[in-house]
């Protein structure tokens, strides 16, 4: 038997609007702060903020896409866009991570004096404040309604506020030491930070669309429900579980003495699935039941058997 969380997937497209107007003030005001100092750091950071703006539409489509109810042809919903937003997200980061360094290797070849840097700093740092401030709410949200979406959103705009961080501390050492080629060398660091954010997303998200087991944690909470439940006459094996964005998915065999009727080992089966649904949200629950005396109950299901 199967079952679900009868909760409905909340809309949550109102933290990716808000993420994009986020992006566009902040493309604005670091975009300004480069063309008044000339940093090419401060440019780095603003081309990073244009990849937090194409992941936030991306992260609006998937959304809209996640809130969209089961049907015929998805059955088990559209939980899985979410991972799609995510290795978008993480490939344009990589992209800017290359069009940083670029830049910055040009600079390097061609050294220019900063202007009016104290202006352009504390601009960026004021869109770093707004940032920041997103940052947190998308991570907060991410966390209470289990949206990879927007922790993915969250965790890239609060890498942009450490990325301004660097860069602001690697122009003022310019502006204090008057050494120019600090201000490329610092935006190659920033470069190599945001390869490696990008990697990190691609490589979860990959591993989310790849059926991945749930954490460590939730297994632990999945075996004390079943430990509950065991005795001499029950007993569970061959447990598999899965996520696909805030869903979560375990199937697992019952076994029961052969002599219960039909009745019986149903409303223990119901009884599992609501400890189940208590400890852990957006669960759905497939049970299979067997015969507890019956070697074939303890044969591992395979995928590979033949048909």
């Known amino acids: 038997m199967a079952s679900g969380s009868v909760e409905a997937r909340q809309d949550l497209t109102r933290y990716a609007l808000l993420s994009i107007v986020t992006a566009i003030v902040v493309i604005v005001m670091k975009l300004l702060a480069w063309r008044i100092s000339g940093s090419v750091g401060l440019l780095s950071d603003a081309l990073e903020s244009l990849v937090n703006l194409a992941a936030a539409i991306a992260a609006f489509l998937a959304l809209r896409v996640v809130a969209r109810p089961a049907d015929a042809e998805h059955n ?5 866009a979410e991972y799609f937003s995510a290795v978008f997200e993480g490939v344009l980061i990589v992209a800017a991570a290359v069009a940083i360094v ?6 390097l070849a061609h050294p220019a004096e900063l202007e009016s840097v104290g202006l352009g700093l504390l601009i960026s740092v004021a869109a770093t404040v707004l940032n920041g ?8 949200a991410g966390k209470r309604y289990r949206s990879m979406t927007l922790e993915a959103d969250g965790k890239h705009l609060l890498t942009d506020v450490w990325t301004t961080v660097g860069v602001v501390v690697g122009v003022f050492l310019v502006l204090v030491t ?3 080629p600090l201000d490329s060398i610092v935006a190659i660091l920033v470069a190599i930070n945001i390869l490696f954010v990008g990697g990190r997303l691609v490589w979860r998200s990959g591993d989310g669309l790849l059926d991945a087991a749930l954490p460590a944690a939730d297994l632990v909470k999945i075996s004390g429900v079943l430990d509950r439940f065991r005795s001499e006459k029950v ?3 061959d447990v598999r579980t899965r996520e696909a964005g805030h869903e979560r998915f375990v199937q697992l065999h ?3 003495p052969g002599e219960w009727t039909i009745d019986r080992g149903h409303d223990l089966a119901e009884a599992v699935e609501d400890e189940l649904h208590a400890t852990l949200d957006h669960l759905r629950v497939t049970i299979h039941t067997e015969p507890i005396d019956d070697p074939r109950a303890y044969e591992p299901w395979r995928l590979d058997a033949p048909d």
């Open 102 to 107: 670029v830049a910055a290797a040009e600079r």
């Open 235 to 237: 007993d569970f094996h």
């Open 254 to 256: 019952m076994l029961v």
């Open 178 to 180: 008057g050494w120019q």
């Open 133 to 140: 401030a997103v940052a947190v709410l998308l991570l907060r």
């Open 76 to 80: 088990f919903g559209h939980s899985k």
